[in-house]
């Protein structure tokens, strides 16, 4: 079974600096990687994915995400931080030989950007 | 991406009360659709995958009686739970299946209060 793993809670960033949230993931064979923004009281959108390919992947609002695959990683990053970046993020695999399996969302990390 | 109607977006109600929570694809036919219960500060919990014209499978610990969900359609997913009490309440939210490198497209979620 497949897992990912989001090992902080909370992420504080000044605004304008560089910020990174942490994913790792567990998966058999190729894995597909979403990530997902929650802000208040709304569902969740989607940002971005990795499906092969370059390892950098672009995605809305200035976002990117790089898969290492040595290292099970896709960390999402943004490289000047703005207070409406303020949210829940949800990192999320799927192994990619089975294409009808739901996605395993991580336990999420909120990220707050201090003015 | 698909875009996912889901409302009310709020309902405050009396114990005992049943309420029904709509998820509509609007523009993809989903023959899965799930639904999640999110606590405060909290990740996703899946509860249920909704199969259209089939009965829904239910995650372990969560009540089929409690939680009726009907996907009568390709493009609308029902979530009725019945007989409320204060313990039911919490955000939830639906989204659309998805099958290999797409991403699941979510409603805004229904935030449930139970009186």
């Known amino acids: 079974a497949q897992s990912v793993a989001q090992p902080e809670d909370q992420v504080n960033v000044a605004e304008g600096n560089p910020l990174t949230v942490k994913c790792t993931y567990s998966?058999?064979?190729?894995?597909?990687l979403f990530w997902y923004v929650q802000y208040p009281n709304r569902g969740l959108q989607f940002l971005l994915k990795?499906?092969?390919?370059?390892?950098l992947v672009k995605g809305s609002y200035g976002f990117e995400a790089e898969f290492n695959k040595s290292q099970t990683s896709f960390h999402l990053k943004k490289p000047s931080a703005l207070v409406s970046d303020s949210a829940l993020y949800f990192c999320?695999?799927?192994?990619?030989?089975?294409?009808?399996?739901?996605?395993?969302f991580g336990t999420g990390t909120r990220l707050t950007i201090i003015p | 991406g698909a875009v996912v109607s889901q409302h009310p977006s709020w309902v405050i109600c009396k114990s005992g009360t049943s309420v029904k929570i709509e998820c509509r694809s609007l523009?993809?036919?989903?023959?899965?659709m799930f639904w999640y219960r999110q606590f405060p500060k909290q990740s996703l919990m899946l509860m249920a995958t909704?199969?259209?014209?089939?009965?829904?499978?239910?995650e372990q610990g969560v009540e089929k009686d409690k939680f009726l969900i009907n996907h009568a359609s390709l493009t609308l997913s029902t979530l009725t739970v019945t007989s409320a009490h204060p313990e039911d309440s919490s955000f939830y939210i639906c989204?659309?299946?998805?099958?290999?490198?797409?991403?699941?497209?979510f409603g805004d979620g229904t935030r449930l209060s139970i009186l």
């Open positions: 999320a695999v799927r192994p990619s030989n089975f294409g009808n399996e739901k996605l395993t």
């Open positions: 998966v058999s064979g190729n894995p597909y």
């Open positions: 990795y499906i092969t390919g370059d390892n």
């Open positions: 523009d993809f036919q989903a023959t899965t």
């Open positions: 909704s199969n259209e014209g089939s009965k829904a499978t239910y």
């Open positions: 989204s659309t299946g998805s099958y290999s490198n797409q991403p699941q497209h």
